[in-house]
Every structure is written in structure tokens, then in C-alpha cells.
């Protein structure tokens, strides 16, 4: 069928013929989610809070290496199930219950929306001689639009930006190893300290796994047949390439630039480009880095709300004016906490990055254990809609491994608002993210496997992974026993 450039679709399944594109795809536009301001300020910040280069730079790629692998693996399932990412928790948590991450999730949208505006409105306001708060409010807007136009606008704005922002930083690395002498910052910044090592580490990985509740919202409209190998491989290449990328950039402007970096991030950066006519054309690029991922932030903030309103209210299919409210409410909260906060953004970043990964990492090893190795890779459709089906509305055992393994990784985690009892044993060290995926993985897996031996089996079947007997979904998807067929489109009832 004919394809629009405006999606129609929001968490209802993508029917076999409306899936298109290639796994490359998943490359450019997390190389071009990554290569931006902030990804730079995250490494920065390695060495802001004490670390040295070389290890800095070593712990910063170990963690986008294992927050990239679990990141890639939930973004290998958006071809197999064509949904996007949050709904697949519904068969963990049940089709309410699901709303407990949910609510989080979007949390973390909006504070990535704000943190992300503060930097790109500094950008977008020297652009255009506007002033800051002008260039937030620009920004803002111009995110929301493109937010609005959906899932294709936002693959070729990745594509654009992973050009565009790849030779970009390729100019800039070049123009800052020339005002340096590289062999000199590594021979006097070259000391190994275990915190400070996994402060790197948590700052890099809590950066991927924030990707990790949106990553299939972009992967669901490929081809069913697509590999899940190849869209694992094209994901974790462009993601870990992109930020390591970026964030060594950031560890070498902090440890050479030091307070001039950190009074004006942006500033400093195109700073190092020159003036004048190269200036505005930095300033640009930065905007569009940051226009990338704040798309990818408002549609995913989108995306999570009406999952969560469609647990309680049934599934609906929605209006354009509806999705539109839905973005705008979005915007107008992550513009609200960035008009609020953009006078100390650089403090408060680095504790909600390490903030947000207390709540991401449960959730992500709950999600994965059991989608690869207690459902293998098999749902059923209709009931993810269905309060009162295989799913139910509130798992209670999920939900309590979630508490558990939250409640598990407080006395190991460090921030400035609170430090755990167990941290200075450690000498300092924050482990709480590894706390927070061994701990939820192997208790789901105890209480999943216990679930699934009780639960009805799936019909086996080889052509599709999802399917559920002989039924038919509130969002209209049939199944028979020879696989799903294509759902039938939604008819709008207006929100």
C-alpha cells in the first residue's frame, strides 16, 4: 500500500505490508543520535568529576560496549513483534502494571528533552541573535513538528545528521589536536582509580540504556524477515560508535579546557571551529545533533503516555489532533523543566544520568530475560491489549522483582543527593547498576519460568514468533494457527 511521510500508526502492530527499510538503517540514526553536544558534556564529565584521560576513556567505552549490547538486543525486537518497545513490558508487568515503568520512562523523556533544549537553545539562540530562552522555545517547537510527522522524517533526520554531525566532529577533533599536545595530557593523566573507573563506566552505560524503553519504536517497521542479528549488529555498531566518538571528544576538551569548557559548553565547542561564517554553520550542527535525539525523546515520551492510558481505557487508534496533544504535552513539560533549570544544567546532568539507571537497568534484564529466554521470543498479540487475558492487568511477581531489585541497588549507589551505606566500603565505587541487572535477572527468571509451567503454550508455529490460537484483538489483529495475519487498520474514534 501507498506510504504517507505522516504516520498514521501509534502502538497499534505494523501489518506485514507497511514494513519497509533495511537494518542500516538502525546505524545511521543512532550514529546521529549520538554524535551531539550532550553525548560530548556526558564524557566530559568523566574527567569533571575526577577521573583521569586514558582510563576515563577505557571505562567510557566498557560502558557504551555493555549498555550498547543490552540496548541493541531490545531494538532487535521491534522487526520480530512490529510494536513499539513499552508494550512488550505489559506481558512482564500486565497490561496496567506495565504503567509502573511507564510512568518512569517518561519521567526520563522530559528530562532529556529539557537537558537536550537547554544545550541546543544556547545554540539555536546564537544562530539567530535571539537569546537563549527564544532559542529553547524555537527548538522546542521545531522538535515537536517533526515529532508530530513520525516515524519516516525521523529516519531521514538521522541519516542527514550521522553525515552531517560525523564530519562535523571529524573538523572539530582535528582543530582540537592541534591546540594540544596529546602525548603530554596522556603522560600527566594517566592514574587508575577503581571509582572513578566505574564512574565512567555508569555515566556511559546509564547513556545507552536510556535508549533502551524507545530503541524498537524505531526497528518495528522493518521487514519481518529482517535478521535479528543483523539489527542487533547495525544498532550496537552506530550507538557505540557514535557516543564513544563523541564522548572522548568530550574527555579531551575537559581536560584540556577545563573551567572555559564548563562555563559555556556550547560556546567552547564551536569555539574550536573559528568564527565568523564557520561559527553559525557549528552552531547549526549543533542544533540539528540535538534535534535528532529530542525528536526521539518527544516521540518515545508520546509513545509511553498512551501506552500507559491505553491500559486502562482499551485500545484506540487516534486521531491526528489526539497525537498531536500528546506530543505538545510532552514539549510544553520538557521546555517548562528547561526554561526552570538551564542555569545549572551541568550539576544536575551527571546524578540524573546516574539517577535514571537505577530504575532502567531492572527493567531492561525483567524485559529481556523474558523475552529470549522464557517466552523465546513469542507473545501473544491480542492479549497485550487485554486486561483480562494470557497477560492479566497486574503481575504482582514481576512488579515485586522490579521492588526488590530497586530496593537491592540503593546501598551501592552514589549520587549528591544520597550515597549508600555499602559505597565507601567500596571506596567509593557505585556498582549499583550491576546490582540492578543481576539481581532482577535471575529472580524473574525463577518467577517466569514458574509462571510460564502453569500458563496455556502457545500454538507452535514456524512462520510467525506471536500468535495466539484462533482470536481476535481489541485492536482488531486476527490470529489462526497459521500465523498472525495483517491487523486491520484501526478505525479513529477521536481522542
Known sequence: MAQTVVERRSIDVVPDE?????????????????????????????VVLGGDVVWSLIGLLAGNLLGGAVMALHSAQGPRLG?????????????????????LVVVMYIGFFASGSVLAGQAVGKLTHLGPVPGILLFALVTAVVAA???????????VASVVCALSFLYLGGRLLGRIDLGDVVAHQHHFSLPMFLLAMSLSASWQLAFGPYVADY?????????????????????????????????????????????????YVVGLGGAGLVASCLYF????????????????????????????????????????????????????????????????????????????????????????????????????????????????????????????????LSTSFYTGPLVDPLGGAD?????????????????????????????????APVMSGASEGPAGSRHDERGPAAPAPLTPRGE
Open 285 to 412: 550542527v549543533v542544533a540539528l545533533g540535538k534535534l535528532t535525539v529530542n525528536v526521539l525523546n518527544t516521540y518515545g515520551g508520546f509513545m509511553s503516555i498512551v501506552t500507559g492510558v491505553s491500559g486502562f481505557r482499551g485500545q484506540r487508534a487516534l486521531s491526528q489532533r489526539g497525537r498531536a496533544a500528546y506530543i505538545a504535552a510532552v514539549m510544553v513539560a520538557g521546555t517548562a523543566v528547561a526554561l526552570a533549570g538551564r542555569n545549572s544544567f551541568l550539576d544536575s546532568f551527571a546524578d540524573f544520568l546516574l539517577f535514571l539507571l537505577t530504575f532502567f537497568t531492572p527493567w531492561s534484564a525483567i524485559n529481556l530475560v523474558d523475552y529470549y529466554l522464557i517466552s523465546k521470543e513469542r507473545y501473544d498479540l491480542p492479549a497485550l491489549s487485554d486486561p483480562d487475558g494470557r497477560y492479566g492487568g497486574w503481575r504482582l511477581g514481576a512488579l515485586a522483582v522490579y521492588g526488590i531489585a530497586l530496593a537491592a541497588q540503593f546501598p551501592f
Open 83 to 103: 510494536l513499539p518497545q513499552m508494550i512488550s513490558s505489559r506481558a512482564q508487568f500486565g497490561v496496567r502494571g506495565a504503567v509502573v515503568p511507564l510512568v
Open 18 to 46: 507497511e514494513r519497509h527499510g533495511t537494518a542500516f538503517s538502525q546505524f545511521t540514526l543512532w550514529l546521529g543520535a549520538n554524535l551531539q553536544i550532550t553525548t560530548v558534556v556526558t564524557g566530559a564529565l568523566a
Open 149 to 159: 510527522v513520525g516515524y519516516r522524517v525521523v529516519h531521514a533526520l538521522g541519516r
Open 431 to 463: 556498582i549499583s547498576w550491576i546490582v540492578g541487572l543481576v539481581v532482577p535477572a535471575v529472580l524473574y527468571y525463577v518467577v517466569g519460568t514458574r509462571r510460564r509451567a502453569t500458563a496455556p503454550a502457545l500454538p507452535e508455529t514456524s512462520a
Open 219 to 267: 526497528s518495528r517497521y522493518l521487514p519481518r524477515t529482517t535478521s535479528a542479528r543483523a539489527t542487533f549488529g547495525w544498532t550496537l555498531g552506530g550507538t557505540v560508535l557514535g557516543a564513544q566518538w563523541s564522548m572522548a571528544f568530550g574527555v579531551l576538551v575537559a581536560a584540556t579546557a577545563g573551567p572555559a569548557f564548563l562555563d559555556d559548553q556550547v560556546g
